[in-house]
Every structure is written in C-alpha cells, then in structure tokens.
C-alpha cells in the first residue's frame, strides 16, 4: 500500500500539466496501442484550431508589426515592420525544417528528436492528442498552430533593441536563439505522451519520465507564459544591454510616431490573441469559452489599471499607456488562462498592469538599460507575473480549475505552495536559459558581423540605410 501511495504521488506530480496550451503531437500508432478503435479527427475541433491558427498569425502580422510600428520614430517604422514580418517568414522554414521535431518528439527531458525532421511522417492522416482521452486533431492542424507560436516569439524581442540594429544581425541572431532558446523550453515545459498514455498509475509513471524537464517538475503554463513571454522578454533585455542605448536617448524626443498605429496594432492583437489562448485548449468546448472570458476580462482589468495609476501619478491617462496595459494583461494571463476562473483573472489583469507600469517606468529607469518597446517590462515582468499567480489562482478553493489526475480521471487534490515552488522552477529554469543562450548568441553575432549601425546611419535611420525606402513620403 505504501508503495502505491508513493507511486500515485510520483504520478500527480507528473500531471501538473505544462499546457493544455500546447500539447506534444501524439500520433497514431501510440492511440492504437491502447487497445481503442481507430481514433477519428474531431471536426470541430479542428475548425477552431485553424481558426485560431490564422488569429495567431493576425496577432504578429500585422497586429505586433503596426503595434511596434507606431511607437518608433517615423524613419525606422519600416525596419521594425521588416524585422518582425521577416522574422516569422524565417522562423517558419525552421519549424518545418527541424524545428517542429525538436519541440515535440520524444528525445531527453531537455531537446526532442528528429522523427519529424524535413516534416517526415508527417501525413493528412496522422493524429495529435487533445486534452480529452480518444479526442484528436490532424496533427497538420497542430504542426501549423505551433508554427505561429514559435514564429510571434522570436517576433516579440524585435521591440527591445529596434532603430539600432543590423537588419542581418537581427536574422542570424533569431536564427541561433530560436534553435537553442525557443525551442528546448517548449520542449521542457510542453512535452508529454497525452492523456491516453495515462491508463494507470504504473503507466502514468512511465510516461511522466519521458516527459520534458518542466513538465515533470509540475509546471503550469496554458498557453505560453514561460516559453513565448519570459523567454522573449529575457532575450530582449539582454539584446538591449548588448547593443547599448540609442543615440541622443536621454537628450532627444523619443516620442511614438504614430499612436493611433499603435491603437490599430493593440486591437488586433488582442483580437488574435484569442486564437493564441483559447486555441491552446485544443477543443471547441466549456473551458474554451471559459479561456475567452478570462482572456477578455484580465486585458480589460490591466488596461484600466495601468491608465488609473498613470491618471493618478502623472496627471492624464494616455492612449499608450492604455494599448501597453492592454498588452500587460493579455502577457499576464497567458500562461493562467486555462487553470484560473473569471475573478482570478480579473485579479491577475489588475496586478499585471499595476506591476508591468513599475517596470517600464521606475525599474527601467533604475538599471539604465534602453528596451526600447518595453519588451522586457511587458512581456518579461508580465510573463513572470502571470506565471506566479497561476499558482494561486488556479486553486479550486479560489475559483480554479486544480490539475487533472488522468489516471483516477478526477481533478487531484491541489496543493498551492507545490504549485508555487513548480512555477518558480519553470521561470527560474527559463530565465537563466534563455540569458545564457541570447548572451552568447549576441556575443557571437557581435564577434563576426557585428550588431548595431554606425551612429551616422542611426541618425539618418534605419529605413533607408537599411531598406532605401521611406515610409511617408
């Protein structure tokens, strides 16, 4: 009986599902073996999923892109809007050239393997697993939705080190960090055999060990808060550092150029962002209608809390800083939207735009650093923030959804300070992976084309050094 207790322990603690944002591919050999009939795609299900997949895409190009776009000055606004629509066109070949297979094929606990190398095996008939037992989707259909995740990530970073960079040095860079940042932590926190692996505790054991690293600790992050904001937000204030602070910052007007751009890019990405949340669960059911209440009620806290505290302190809300709450709150709920109720995320959008406000205004100012679009404030701060209190909201007793036990098929008994120490894990683990892998890979950028323009051509701006083009003629 003990060693059962031990067993069952061992195997809840593996259940602290990493995502129901982003779950391994599972295919279809794997479903047979259990014994069921030939599992069929939902079609349902899989409407929403691509339906979600071109909100995702919406959300980089061209909601980040105008988002971005809009808070540089006129004479770089085509290098940020090259940047980011060039990025995900490269990060797109990668993911179908190795990138997938890293991510979610069964390797270590930190890389995946090369079954899917070149897209192999890969067919209109084979299946990926959902959240439900002997629900599945075409795993085409999941191949293409994390495509747009891994492609937004390396997007979001474009805004730290933006109207100073090499455009070549922003592409080989993204190469290098997609390779060994973005992709070992998907692996790490979103890696498992789904739910039909989970037949009982033995079996549930040995599938927990092949999971990845920050899964097996018990990390919860539905749709991305460890591995698309932190990751990102870190390798921003480390590109930051690196190049150093823009011409004149300090001296000259640094003004957005265009606020209602910025207003145009916000809204789209707060629409797609649906796409990006509420299609991480895979499944065209409850909780995904609850995902889209959280996801609309966290953006809209955060908003008016950061235009509250900035009409307090500084005597008028702006329009920026309304877009930038926004965008706090939608970061903030990521990873929680799918393990936390209503109130929660309500609670989650008010602290999230209250502590991302402290970050870009009084934290920044205190380390000195130039991110330029607050990437790091936003999506750094945010991401650890909305990470953090998954672990309190997602408790029952205050509204949560607790974590699933697929082999007692009931919700397990949920511990908050276990769930506290599992999140610290995957922030901790994200942060020093990802400033370790953006160091080095700006270093070596640095060591051979080198990273930033010379000061005559940031003065005159990237647009036409970089491109020979002018946004507004």
Not at 19 to 41: K, N
Not at 128 to 149: C, D, R
Not at 216 to 227: I, P
Not at 268 to 297: D, K, P
Request: contains cysteine; glycine residues 12%.
């Amino acid at each position: 009986m003990t060693q059962l207790k031990t067993l069952l322990t061992r195997f809840r603690n593996a259940l602290r599902l990493a995502s129901p944002a982003l779950l391994v591919a599972s295919l279809l050999a794997p479903g047979l073996a259990f014994g069921a009939e030939t599992p069929v795609a939902d079609k349902g299900d899989t409407a929403w999923l691509l339906t979600s997949t071109m909100l995702v895409i919406l959300m980089t190009i061209p909601g980040l892109a105008l988002f971005y776009g809009g808070m540089v000055r006129s004479k770089n606004v085509l290098s940020v809007l090259m940047q980011v629509f060039m990025t995900f066109c490269l990060i797109a070949l990668l993911w179908a050239v190795y990138g997938y297979s890293i991510a979610f094929t069964s390797g270590s606990a930190f890389f995946g393997g090369f079954d899917r190398l070149f897209m192999s095996g890969l067919t209109v008939e084979s299946l990926a697993a959902t959240f439900s037992k002997g629900v599945y989707v075409p795993e085409m259909a999941y191949f293409v939705f994390q495509l747009t995740f891994a492609c937004i990530t390396p997007c979001l970073i474009v805004g730290a080190f933006a109207e100073r960079i090499k455009f070549s040095a922003v592409l080989v860079f993204m190469v290098f960090w997609f390779t060994f940042s973005y992709l070992p932590i998907a692996h790490m926190v979103w890696f498992w055999a789904g739910p039909d692996a989970y037949t009982d505790a033995e079996a549930g054991a040995a599938a927990g060990a092949t999971a990845g690293f920050l899964f097996q600790k018990g990390a919860l992050d539905f749709a991305g808060g460890a591995v698309v904001h932190i990751n990102a937000g870190i390798a921003g204030l480390v590109g930051a550092c690196f190049l150093g602070k823009r011409v004149g910052i300090g001296r000259s007007s640094f003004q957005p150029h265009n606020l209602p751009m910025v207003m145009i890019g916000t809204c789209l990405l707060w629409v797609g962002w649906f796409g990006f949340n509420v299609g991480s669960n895979l499944e065209a059911n409850g909780l995904a209608a609850q995902v889209f209440a959280n996801t609309i009620l966290a953006t809209a806290a955060a908003a008016l809390a950061w235009s509250f505290a900035e009409w307090a302190f500084r005597g008028t809300p702006t329009m920026l800083g309304a877009a930038s709450g926004a965008i706090a709150g939608l970061v903030a709920i990521t990873p929680a939207c799918g393990w936390v109720g209503p109130m929660g995320a309500i609670v989650i959008g008010l602290i999230a735009g209250l502590v991302c406000l402290w970050a870009v205004t009084k934290l920044k100012a205190m380390l000195g650093y130039d991110d330029s679009l607050d990437v790091f404030g936003v999506h750094g701060v945010g991401g650890i923030t909305g990470a953090l209190l998954t672990a309190v909201f997602c408790d029952p007793s205050l509204g949560g959804t607790g974590v699933y036990d697929y082999v007692a098929n009931a919700v397990a008994p949920y511990s908050m300070s276990a769930q506290f120490i599992a999140q610290l894990w995957a922030v901790g683990t994200t942060v020093v992976w990802s400033g370790v892998v953006s160091m080095a890979g700006f270093a070596l950028v640095k060591a051979t084309i080198g990273l930033r323009v010379s000061e005559d051509q940031e003065r005159e701006g990237l647009d036409t050094v970089s491109h020979g083009e002018s946004a507004y003629t």
